[in-house]
């Protein structure tokens, strides 16, 4: 069987791919091909084997070869086997309709990143559905199918009947060494951002989430700006530093202590100039006007400020909507700082949303200053700024 595969064809393919994704080189010589009649196209075993149709070698050429071992190698590198598995029964048991699902989140990254994959691929599009989800989240909208392609128990986890099963059978990649090449990747793919620019945002995510999993940001978000809240509302309680208004007609000698509890100021200063993405920018807000709504922090007590630092205008506006964004770089989050400590009702608490590509003011200011940091790989400001990232890409799952 063996003799029918133009391995020179399939394994230029591979090189191929190894050349244009880098950081995917070391993932994609992991696998191990073993020819098949009964594999349709390509597909692999959770053993990181790569079963490979000599007839579909044949008939493809080298370009789209190069596309689907991506492919195959996204469906291990994404744990695919493993997220199916902790799917409800019902969905587990029906793998076509997961392994449709799973294409749809590998190949719309694909496509956007410029590879080609031969005809009759699966794409969210094709099903109504949005780029960039995870399968677990195109799942409910994949209707039922009797027929559909089967990447093998790698991707989907059911076990197909052309696989070499778990004994014997050419070198298999055992599971701590797959969490290892894993983590290799989403390493290596840091790299290549930090080295020589993109990749594509569904690996970014990817590499993200595998090497630091993140909490909720919006609980996280939440519970920085509530703990502020409460932290400012509790710094001016007791004060006689609060003047009351009387005070000049008592000659200014005495001051009177405030008796009402005064609830915080709080400003929100949108950075316009980076390059956040419009809905992520518009969660962020939603979340912490949200949650001062919540603890009874609203109205003229929130100022929402679009800074954009290279016109060097700074404006109050009262919804995302009204946020205009200028995309483009240079950016300086003190200007839209300073102009929120500026306000006539100085706030106690700053909340500043930015892709943090800013400079950070040199020290403490007298307010409580929390980042939300948007997009890609945002750069860390300074210790002393309570920071939370954003990512409403969504979460890997488990
Ligand atoms: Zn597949």
């Known amino acids: 069987m063996d003799r029918s595969l133009d391995r020179a064809k399939l394994l230029a393919a591979r090189y191929k791919a190894a050349e244009a994704r880098p950081y995917l080189a070391s993932a994609l010589y992991a696998l191990t091909v073993v020819p098949s009649d009964g594999v349709r196209t390509m597909g692999v075993d959770r053993h990181w084997r790569c079963y490979v149709s000599p007839a579909f070698v044949d008939a493809t050429p080298v ?200 609830l915080p100021r709080v400003a929100v200063v949108v950075d316009t100039s980076g390059s956040m993405g419009p809905e992520d920018l518009a969660a962020a807000l939603a979340e912490v006007t949200g949650v001062l709504r919540e603890v009874g922090v609203g109205g003229n007590r929130v100022a929402v400020l679009a800074c954009d630092a290279d016109v060097h205008v700074v404006t109050r506006v009262r919804s995302v909507g009204e946020v205009a964004l200028a995309g483009g770089g240079g950016t300086d989050m003190r200007v839209g700082i300073e102009a929120a400590l500026a306000l006539p009702d100085r706030p106690n608490v700053v909340v500043v949303l930015t892709d943090g590509h800013t400079p950070w003011p040199d020290e403490t200011p007298s307010c409580r200053l929390i980042a939300a940091l948007i997009g890609q790989a945002p750069p860390a400001p300074p210790p002393w700024v309570e920071t939370v990232r954003v990512d409403s890409g969504g979460h890997g799952p488990g």
Request: charged share 25%; aromatic share 6%; proline share 10%.
């Open 63 to 262: 370009v789209e070869l190069a596309g689907v071992w991506i492919h195959e190698v996204a469906h291990l590198l994404r744990d695919h086997h493993g997220r199916a598995e902790r799917l409800p029964a019902e969905d587990q048991g029906d793998h076509v309709r997961v392994n449709i699902a799973q294409d749809c989140e590998i190949n719309d990254d694909l496509l956007a990143d410029g590879l080609v994959l031969p005809d009759g691929r699966m794409e969210p599009r094709l099903y109504g559905l949005p780029a960039g989800g995870l399968f677990e989240t195109y799942l409910p909208g994949i209707p039922p199918t009797p027929h559909g392609p089967d990447c093998g128990s790698g991707a989907h986890g059911t076990p197909t009947p052309w696989e070499l099963g778990g004994a014997g059978g050419p070198a298999r990649v055992g599971p701590v060494e797959a969490e290892a090449l894993r983590r290799q990747t989403a390493q290596a793919v840091r790299a290549h951002m930090r080295s020589r620019g993109r990749v594509p945002e569904g690996w970014a995510r990817w590499a993200d989430e595998l090497l630091e999993p993140s909490v909720d940001w919006r609980e996280a978000l939440a519970g920085a700006v509530r703990e502020a809240a409460a932290w400012a509302a509790g710094a001016v309680d007791y004060t006689y530093r609060r003047p009351s208004r009387r005070t000049p007609a008592l000659g200014g000698r005495v001051v009177l202590p405030s008796l009402r509890r005064p």
